[in-house]
């Protein structure tokens, strides 16, 4: 993830402030193409994320 942002709110960034999150909700079993979500802390402002995109498969999960 590359980050816009003025001197103060750049060096509040630390490897918990940044977060990359992949949406599921809603789905179910198959693959998708999904972009993630990510939230910086205010003052910053997302320039690109790398991958764009991801490939996520679900499948139903077994019962013993």
């Not at 709110?9 to 949406?23: E, G, K, R």
């Not at 910086?40 to 077994?62: C, D, E, F, I």
């Amino acid at each position: 993830v590359v980050v816009r942002g003025e001197g103060p709110a750049l060096q509040s960034v630390s490897t918990t402030t940044i977060v990359a999150a992949i949406p599921l909700e809603g789905r179910s079993a198959g693959s998708f193409t999904i972009d993630p979500q990510v939230t910086v802390p205010q003052g910053l402002t997302v320039v690109s994320v790398t991958p764009p995109r991801v490939q996520v498969t679900l499948s139903t999960g077994t019962q013993r």
